[in-house]
């Protein structure tokens, strides 16, 4: 499944309820290598994927490369706005990091943003997940807010978009 020439054989589509079970393990990996472990309770979202984001209104997507799934990201509403929305959930298997598919997921969840008529979108990362500040900075989004979490210890990064 290697990409770095091209990425004419990837995919995106719409998350399927098949689809559910490998993109539930594709983030729980991606968190368990970011972050060297996993917290039980801490992901609920991830135990109905389907009935959290596609029943909620969400524009869920999976990227597929030869048959398989190697990322995904979802564009949810902010607080039931009609304007403001966030990107939740971008993850690439650890195999494909590094080639400009979270970049493509993202850039997709930008354009499904624009066509629903949303204006703003918004991001949110820790503030030690430079890949991901890197990423969203260099489309276009402006950090607004960082926040320290105690619990966790690490500062949570907000960013925002204007579309």
Not at 5 to 31: C, M, T
Not at 79 to 84: K, L, Q
Not at 94 to 123: N, Y
Not at 127 to 135: R, V
Request: glycine fraction near 8%.
């Amino acid at each position: 499944m290697f990409l770095k020439e091209s990425h004419k054989s990837v995919q995106l589509r719409d998350l399927q309820p098949a689809d559910v079970p490998a993109v539930r393990d594709l983030i729980l990996a991606g968190l368990e290598d970011r972050f060297g472990f996993l917290l039980d309770g801490v992901n609920p979202d991830l135990d109905d994927i389907y009935a959290n984001y596609v029943e909620q209104d969400a524009s869920f997507i999976v990227m597929a490369c030869d048959g398989h799934i190697v990322g995904c990201g979802a564009l949810i509403k902010e607080n039931d706005s009609d304007i403001i929305c966030r990107i939740v959930r971008v993850s690439v298997t650890h195999g494909m990091r590094g080639q400009g598919l979270g970049r493509m997921i993202s850039e997709h969840l930008i354009d499904i943003a624009r066509e629903r008529g949303f204006e703003r979108i918004e991001v949110e990362t820790n503030s030690d997940w430079t890949s991901a500040l890197t990423l969203y900075k260099s489309l276009g989004f402006i950090e607004y807010k960082r926040v320290y979490v105690p619990e966790y210890d690490f500062i949570e990064v907000y960013m925002a978009m204007i579309i």
